[in-house]
Structure formats: structure tokens, C-alpha cells
């Protein structure tokens, strides 16, 4: 077949000026959609902010979005005007949310039946006998959460977001249906994997850290703390028995090494064992 084109120069040079200039308005167009995506998204995050009257969090995205909400251009006056307004009053209403946070966080937790710790003091308030710790920056309206395995969010500190993130983790966390056999058999499966890796006898101590080590890397979404809350309740509940061998969790005094069980009985752990019974 003749591969000769039919079509005259000047017809595909067209085409082609075409094809280029078609090309930069769609990158225009990519750019102006996705600034319209970042402005749309600061607006209804600050209307969403406005509504549940959390001034820390209006503070923090005017400060991040300012350019973003005004426009960097055509600023708008009227527009500036409005944000600033509303900047200041959430200023105000942050300095007072400081003064009156311990307050305000009792009066929340009462509202949404989350008990706080007896012996917390501001600016730390534990919950659920110590496994969450909420820590709040009054010089910088900053709030932190963690748990007895690290931290777990830092956001602007308004009280219905702390316990909005309190009630989330909770659920995630402690307020899972538990199955002691499956877990007794994950945790044998993962100890027996480890002592054949590292050329070990059954009944060797493992760390419990070589174990959520990994964990972590085969396991898409691993999460240590409840992994930990898991241990606890095996610890407390059982079973702890399997394949003729009885499961032994090992105290330690380095705290870096070990987990902290979440049972009244409490304790650092640091290293599993399996003995044949």
C-alpha cells in the first residue's frame, strides 16, 4: 500500500497550529479548574467552621487561605472585609475559649456523655483510664491527642473537635467486636514466622516489637494501638492456649521496647513465648 499522505502540507500544519493551540487552553483550563477547586474548598471549609462556631479552626484556615478566599488578582473589597470581620471576632472568641477551657471541655463532655479522667488538669485531660491523652497549646489554640502507642492528630483546639476526634478514635480503637481465638492464631502464626526467620527454637522470646515491626510491613493499615488494645483484652479475657502450647507475655522495664497493656493489671510487655504445656 502506498504510504505516501494524500493530504497537502498546509492541511496537516493546520491541523497541527490547531492541535497546539487546543493543548494550551486545555492547561489553562486545568489550571483554572483546579484554583476554582481550592477556592471552593476553603469557602466550605470556613462555612462549615462558622457553623459549628469552632473559632480556632476559622483562625487557621483564614491564616492558610487568605489569598486563596480574597483572590491573588482582583482582590475584592467587600470580600476582604467580610474575612477580616470574621477574623477578628474568632480572635476574640479564641481568647475566650482560653480563659474558660476547662469549662467549656466538662460541659462538652457532659453533653456528649464522655467522661474525663479524674485527676486531669488543664492543659492535659486523660480519658478511658489514661489511653488517650488530649493535650492543649493555649499560646497557639493547637490541640494533641495520643494514645499509649503515640500521637495520634494535632489540630486547631476548639472543643467540639476534640471531641468530635475523641468519640472517632475511641471507635476505632477500643470499641471493636474482638475474636480471641482468631487473634491467638494471628499472633502464633506471626511468632512462629519470626523464629524461623531468625533461626530460633519454638519457645524462644520474641520481642513483641520484632512482632509489630512486622506486622507493619505485611499488613496494609496495621495500627499498633489496636493491635495493643487486642493483646490487652487476650491478656485479660483469653483464650491462651493453642496447639498444645500456652501463650506467656513477658514483662520489661524499657518502656521504649515494651507496649503498655491497657488492663487493670497494666504492666509493660515485652516479649511473647509459647511453652509446651
Not at 221 to 244: N, Q, Y
Request: hydrophobic share 35%; aromatic share 10%.
Amino acid at each position: 500500500m502506498d504510504q505516501t499522505l494524500p493530504y497537502q502540507n498546509y492541511l496537516i500544519d493546520a491541523v497541527k497550529e490547531k492541535s497546539i493551540k487546543v493543548t494550551e487552553e486545555f492547561g489553562e483550563a486545568e489550571k483554572r479548574y483546579e484554583k476554582a477547586q481550592k477556592e471552593k474548598k476553603g469557602w466550605d471549609d470556613l462555612l462549615m467552621y462558622l457553623l459549628k462556631n469552632w473559632p480556632c479552626h476559622i483562625i487557621q484556615s483564614i491564616n492558610q487561605d487568605k489569598y486563596i478566599l480574597i483572590g491573588d488578582k482582583i482582590a475584592s473589597k467587600e470580600t476582604a472585609s467580610i474575612i477580616d470581620e470574621i477574623y477578628q471576632t474568632a480572635r476574640t472568641q479564641a481568647e475566650i475559649l482560653q480563659k474558660r477551657y476547662p469549662a467549656y471541655i466538662e460541659e462538652a463532655c457532659r453533653d456528649n456523655n464522655l467522661i474525663i479522667d479524674r485527676g486531669s488538669r488543664h492543659p492535659k485531660y486523660n480519658f478511658f483510664g489514661g489511653f488517650f491523652r488530649l493535650e492543649i497549646d493555649d499560646r497557639n489554640y493547637i490541640a494533641r491527642l495520643s494514645d499509649y502507642e503515640g500521637k495520634l492528630a494535632e489540630f486547631p483546639a476548639d472543643v467540639g473537635a476534640a471531641i468530635e476526634i475523641i468519640q472517632r478514635e475511641y471507635t476505632r480503637v477500643l470499641d471493636r467486636p474482638f475474636d480471641g481465638n482468631m487473634f491467638i492464631r494471628m499472633l502464633r502464626n506471626q511468632y512462629l514466622a519470626i523464629v524461623k526467620r531468625d533461626n530460633l527454637t519454638d519457645g524462644a522470646e520474641i520481642p513483641i516489637r520484632k512482632i509489630t515491626h512486622r506486622l507493619g510491613k505485611n499488613i496494609e493499615g496495621f495500627r499498633r494501638d489496636e493491635f495493643l488494645v487486642d493483646l490487652s483484652r487476650l491478656a485479660e479475657k483469653g483464650p491462651t492456649e493453642i496447639d498444645g502450647r500456652r501463650l506467656y507475655l513477658q514483662h520489661t522495664k524499657d518502656i521504649n521496647q515494651g507496649m503498655l497493656l491497657y488492663t487493670k493489671r497494666g504492666g509493660y510487655i515485652g516479649y511473647v513465648v509459647f511453652k509446651k504445656e
